[in-house]
């Protein structure tokens, strides 16, 4: 789905979602939060101390601000300088820009980014993926255009500022990590000298690099159809990827999810219940057209939507890592400097979580996923700890500001957080939660928002806004 296209379906979603609402307040409407912990445990996350405190995280977008580092340690500020590129430079191939965004994630800013300029996303490098629940700035590269007319491009929730001319596009993972400065909203039971300690503590000895909820899909069903692609049940996973209902899915999702269920198979029928929503099921219509066409081509039907099978695979990968780990710290062991991936081309890495594998059924995950070449699965290895930079942690009566950096190897920052707090996201908003607004910037003394708000106006809550489909994987 393109910039434009994107576009007009969140137009039309939302149109029809304030119809529905009209109608019925209660198909929009979340009664309650669900426990945390209750959700880590879906993902294979059981080894977090049950004690912590409450947290909530992304009441505003500037509660959650993620500056990438680049490789030669050079921050991406989301205050831009409003600079313009040398035009001495003699290679113009490559415009280096830095993408300031808020309430997109990375795939669709660069798919908005793609239709504004007029050129293909393959155009488009970046190195790592951003949140969308969250003011962001990363590095751009683009490929054959010069830098007045991104300068003049107005592009809703991004602003693009060009930096220099190179002969090099980026590459995923080429940044040395990311720096994040993050506003969680705290109750009244949070403990300065606990806080203290445990920062200290995960300084000096790490914390486990586990794969967060974001790793796993809106649902928390990612994982579930990885496996079975794993196994080799395509048409299984198919059937996952359209019925499964999520814990956390407002009560108008259930009930289509619930229809889709009742007609599987009916791929015509199936869309018709989903046409109204374009957005949030864009890529559910992608992989039904694909079936309507080819009906009886199932592995075909994957093949509009390559990022979502590599994320869901992925997210496979991440289940295994994350119930290895609580395995780890449930037993006291000491965790290794450095773990395998288990969807590895190397018999080896496989060996290493033989027994999640056989539990799964997942018994010769090469051979079943040789249908998705474009998968390109190669060894890896991840740190299973992450030391974390902390450069300021400041409580004030409304929670705790906290700036670090982590490395890129980190799964992702809420990881370090959710060891520290029990953290609730959305709607509805706990009562215990204090929503005035906070700078969180100026909080830990490392510039401040101003130049951000004039730039995009005033931020809305985080916490009635729609998940974005295409937010699979955080920073």
């Known amino acids: 789905m393109n910039g434009g296209t994107t576009h007009d379906a969140w137009r039309a979603e939302r149109e029809e979602t304030d119809r529905l609402c009209k109608e019925d307040p209660s198909l929009l409407t979340r009664e309650s939060l669900l426990d945390p912990d209750f959700l880590h445990a879906r ?73 504004h300029l007029s050129i293909p996303e393959t155009a488009i490098g970046y190195a790592g993926l951003k949140d969308a629940a969250a003011v962001t700035a990363q590095r751009l590269s683009l490929r054959d255009i010069e830098w007045p007319r991104v300068a003049q491009t107005k592009i809703p929730n991004i602003f693009l500022e060009p930096v220099t001319y190179g002969n090099r596009a980026l590459e995923r993972g080429g940044l040395k990590g990311n720096q994040f400065t993050i506003f969680v909203r705290t109750d009244a039971h949070e403990s300065s000298e606990r ?38 049940d395509v048409d299984g996973a198919l059937r996952v990827f359209f019925t499964e209902i999520g814990p956390t899915d407002l009560p108008l999702f259930r009930q289509i999810r619930m229809k889709l269920a009742g007609c599987y198979g009916e791929w015509r029928e199936m869309r018709k219940f989903i046409e109204p929503l374009p957005y949030t099921f864009s890529r559910e219509i992608a992989v039904l057209d694909r079936l309507i066409a080819e009906p009886t081509k199932t592995i075909n039907a994957w093949r509009d939507v390559q990022d979502a099978v590599r994320l869901m695979v992925n997210g496979y990968a991440s289940w295994v890592v994350n119930r290895y780990l609580s395995k780890v710290q449930k037993a006291g062991d000491t965790i290794p400097d450095e773990i395998p991936l288990p969807l590895s081309a190397s018999a080896e890495d496989r060996t290493f979580f033989v027994d999640f594998l056989s539990q799964d059924g997942v018994n010769d995950p090469m051979n079943a996923l040789r249908y998705f070449p ?77 130049g951000i708000k004039k730039m995009f106006g005033k931020f809305e809550s985080e916490a009635g806004a729609s998940l974005d489909p295409t937010s699979y994987h955080s920073a």
């Not at 794969?211 to 994982?223: A, I, T």
């Open 374 to 450: 474009f998968l390109n699965i190669k060894p890896r290895k991840i740190p299973g700890r992450i030391f974390p930079h902390v450069h300021r942690v400041t409580k004030i009566d409304e929670g705790v500001a906290f700036a670090l950096t982590l490395p890129k190897e980190a799964n992702s920052a809420t990881t370090y957080l959710m060891h520290l707090y029990r953290l609730y996201e959305g709607a509805p908003v706990p009562g215990w939660v204090k929503t005035t607004e906070v700078d969180t910037k100026r909080v830990v003394r490392m510039g401040d928002m101003d």
């Open 43 to 115: 993902v294979g996350i059981v080894g977090l101390d049950a004690g912590r405190p409450k947290g909530y995280l992304r009441y505003l977008p500037q509660d959650f601000i993620v500056e990438e580092v680049c490789e030669n340690g050079e921050i991406v500020s989301v205050n831009p300088t409003r600079s313009v590129p040398d035009e001495g430079t003699g290679d113009h191939r490559t415009l280096l820009v830095n993408l300031i965004k808020v309430h997109l994630s990375t795939p669709n800013a660069i798919a908005q980014i793609a239709t």
């Open 195 to 232: 806080l203290r300690f445990l920062i200290e503590a995960y300084n000096r000895l790490g914390f486990a690099n586990y794969f967060g909820l974001q790793r796993f899909g809106s649902r928390l069903e990612g994982h579930k159809v990885g496996c079975l692609m794993a196994r080799g």
